[in-house]
């Protein structure tokens, strides 16, 4: 199974830059390479010059890119679904349940459950096909609640399942002597936990899998990035590096420049001093934002070298 890297982060601190200049040096490396981005802001179009869309999409030679779209993993997610239910329900009751289906779409967690479906049929199914596995994951907590999700989901298809037993029970009881048939329900809910089950201990074995932290060196970025990397390994998931991204280099012309390096510099070494066990990378400001992957040159020199898998495993 392919290795997985994690970038997250507050908004705005550079991860879709970080995620693809790293994504863009596997590849250079020789890795078989997927870069996949669950940001709806949708800004890998802006630096390889086209769109990719919700399959995998060759961008370069050993890079392909997918971007998951909420709101079409939503669609397809509740359609499988249907699919699933429709065998098993018939008549006033399928229409009963299909319309509380329709109205879930915008319920809280729906957008999630679906992202993370995708997420898990990319880890399970197409393991095999590449090396490396880069995420570029949307802003803030969304990285936490979606990797925390094969905990919270299979303890919940693991309630599900309890009360489908008991279901059971009661049937064959009432039966007597009558033999209870296949449950495909049952067989559904085993299903997907034994792949709950194989996306947490893929994503909790530090071997395999990493999240890198990225943050800019300021008050609420740093404070942030300290609270995600206790949120991320309460839940068991391993937190590999943090970049501090955009610090201003130690020479420059100006002294409002001077001033803001001044500024930068507490930061800095609060993120620092709250990895210090973790693999540190500092960025330089740029001059200006990246356009284009060709921009993104010094980035991949930075983080060309990171191995976060391998450290502290």
């Given at each position: ?63 392909d890119v997918v971007e998951l779209d909420p709101d079409h993993e939503t669609q397809r997610y509740l359609e499988q679904v249907k699919a699933t239910l429709r065998p098993l329900v018939s008549g006033e009751r399928s229409a009963t349940v299909f ?215």
């Open positions: 199974m392919a290795k997985s890297l994690f970038f997250g982060g507050k908004g705005g601190v550079g991860k879709t830059s970080c995620a693809t200049a790293y994504a863009l040096s596997c590849a250079a490396a020789g890795w078989r390479t997927l870069l996949v981005s669950t940001d709806p802001a949708h800004n890998l179009a802006d630096l390889f010059g086209r769109a990719p869309g919700p399959t995998p999409t060759r961008m370069q030679a050993g890079l319309r509380q289906l329709d109205l879930a779409r915008h319920a809280p967690g729906t957008e999630e459950a679906a992202l993370f479906d995708a997420l898990v049929g990319l880890l399970l199914d197409t393991g095999d096909k590449y090396d490396r596995l880069i995420f570029d994951t949307a802003p803030g907590g969304h990285t936490v609640r979606l990797l925390a999700l094969p905990e919270i989901m299979g303890a919940w298809v693991e309630g599900l399942m309890q009360r489908r037993r008991k279901v059971r029970s009661d049937y064959k009881a009432w039966l007597g002597d009558g033999e209870v048939v296949d449950d495909p329900i049952q067989e559904t809910l085993m299903r997907r936990r034994g792949r709950l089950a194989a996306a947490r201990e893929h994503l909790t074995c530090p071997a395999h899998s990493a999240v890198i932290l990225v943050a800019n060196p300021e008050r609420l970025p740093a404070l942030e990035t300290a609270r995600t990397r206790e949120l991320l390994e309460s839940h068991g998931l391993h937190v590999g590096a943090v970049v501090i991204n955009k610090c201003l280099p130690a020479e420059v012309d100006s002294q409002w420049l001077a001033n803001w390096r001044e500024e930068q510099r507490p930061w800095i070494e609060h993120l620092e001093a709250s990895f210090p066990d973790r693999e540190r990378i500092r960025i330089d400001h740029q001059p200006h934002a990246p356009a284009s992957c060709d921009d993104l040159t010094p980035l991949q020199e930075a983080l060309g070298g990171l191995a976060p898998w391998h450290a502290h495993a």
